[in-house]
């Protein structure tokens, strides 16, 4: 009887979908999940709109996953994004394509992606368990089961372990899959905060946080100079330090506790000359002024003072008096404005969790464990994260699909 029966613990995007598609193919699947409803995080995605995929190529999708994307080209293949878009449809969802590729519903509602999930798994009649796996029973190397934390066990000769990372664990994803892959000879690879928002002591910070800066070019040199991210794009001051899609980013090539120095181009566009260019221009039109009110057409109005600080020219010195060299200061602060960065914020705080249980322990193109046998992992457990954009969802539908598929 255990024979067709299916376990999956974590009713998040990929034990869903990894449910659904067992089902569909004629397994008796039990889906575990401990939270009263199904995909609490889900819910809170792409800020309650979820953003469940991008519309890039398969080389793209490898390209924004920077750990571990080629372990995943089995799954993408096997149901890609082009797949996921085509499933949302025939579960009555239609979506819509926006900036950078991004998938969103057409209705904006995250509930209403969670919604065709059930819809799809109460079709294959998965049987929905409120419950937290404790344990996964194995004989030999060969699952057998899971226990629950109700002392109740289920037989199964397959389990499907798709319980998250350990970011925001008010949702649910407190990092139980990584204790029951390590209990079965699992190598975890260190945890570390993925996505996540930047901390910084540089005082002037405080000034403007709240404030949002488009299309700027950052550079996040470590501590022996070296570049170890650059991009262009949004970012946001807060009142611990940095955020925002660009910092967010950056933040998966940082380390916790180390320091770096995060360098704000606020003119790309511009080359140098331009910039002066573009800054004579400016003090001509406003030749009358004092420099700090001459520099309304070039900033957000927040990073006035903090530059006309910075940039150590007399805020009351009129314009015309300004020289050269204080003028091109000025050029070089708005092209490198310079902040502080100390740490990381928690992993509580994170987007995704990097780190998780090693791909070199599972097979690409099933999703089962090489060390035990019916083990199977899908989603963010496993040790892949990739940039914000939709690509973290696809993994877990991808991987859910693949691994659902091959039970
Ligand atoms: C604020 C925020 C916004 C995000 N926005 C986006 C976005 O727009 N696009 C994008 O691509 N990604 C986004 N992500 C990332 C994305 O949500 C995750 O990568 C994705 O949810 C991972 O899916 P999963 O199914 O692997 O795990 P999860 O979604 O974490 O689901 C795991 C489930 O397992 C359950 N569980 C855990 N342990 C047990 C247990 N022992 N027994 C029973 N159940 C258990 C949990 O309760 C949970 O429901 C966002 C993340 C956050 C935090």
């Not at 809170?44 to 190529?57: F, S, V």
């Not at 519903?105 to 969670?114: F, I, Q």
């Not at 170890?228 to 001051?237: A, C, K, W």
Request: charge should be positive.
């Amino acid at each position: 009887m255990t024979k067709d029966r299916v376990v999956v613990i974590g009713g998040g995007p990929a034990g869903m979908m990894a449910a659904g598609v067992a089902a569909r193919q004629g397994r008796s699947v039990t889906l575990i999940e401990k939270n009263n409803r199904l995909g609490r995080k889900l819910l809170i995605t792409g800020k309650g709109r979820c953003n469940l995929t991008n519309i890039t190529d398969l080389e793209g999708l490898i390209a924004n996953i920077p750990v571990n994307g080629k372990f995943l080209y089995h799954a993408f293949h096997r149901f890609g994004n082009r797949d996921l878009i085509a499933f949302f449809q025939e579960w009555g969802l239609s979506t819509k394509v926006e900036r950078g590729g991004r998938v969103f519903p057409v209705t904006d509602r995250s509930a209403h992606v969670v919604a065709a999930l059930e819809r799809f798994m109460s079709r294959y009649r998965v049987q929905i368990t409120q419950g937290e796996g404790k344990e996964i029973l194995v004989t030999g190397a060969q699952v057998a089961g899971v226990k629950l934390d109700n002392g109740e066990q289920i037989p199964a000769e397959r389990v499907i372990i798709a319980t998250g990372g350990c970011s925001y664990p008010a949702t649910g994803s407190t990092g139980d899959g990584y204790r029951f892959a390590a209990a079965l000879g699992h190598t975890i690879t260190p945890l570390k905060p993925a996505l996540v928002p930047l901390e910084s002591p540089t005082a002037w910070l405080r000034e403007v946080q709240g404030l949002t800066l488009k299309n700027v070019a950052i550079k996040v040199f470590n501590q022996e100079g070296k570049v170890v991210y650059s991009d262009f794009g949004e970012m946001l001051f807060t009142h611990f330090g940095v955020s925002g899609p660009v910092i967010l980013s950056a933040s998966v090539h940082l380390e916790q506790d180390h320091h770096y120095r995060l360098v704000i181009d606020l003119k790309p566009a511009l080359t140098p000359e331009q910039l002066d260019l573009r800054l004579q221009r400016d003090f001509t039109k406003h030749i009358r002024k004092a420099f700090r009110n001459a520099l309304g057409d070039l900033l957000p109005r927040a990073l006035i003072p903090v530059v006309v600080n910075l940039a150590t020219i007399p805020p009351d010195k009129p314009v015309h008096q300004i020289t050269k060299a204080e003028r091109q200061r000025l050029a070089a602060l708005l092209k490198g404005l310079e902040v502080e960065i100390t740490s990381l914020r928690p992993i509580t705080e994170a987007i995704v969790t990097a780190g998780g249980v090693s791909v070199k322990e599972i097979n690409p193109a099933t999703m089962e464990s090489k060390l035990v046998k019916g083990l199977f992992f899908a989603g963010e457990v496993m040790d892949v994260n990739a940039y914000t954009g939709g690509f973290n969802l696809q993994i877990a539908f991808s991987t859910g699909y693949l691994a659902g598929s091959s039970c």
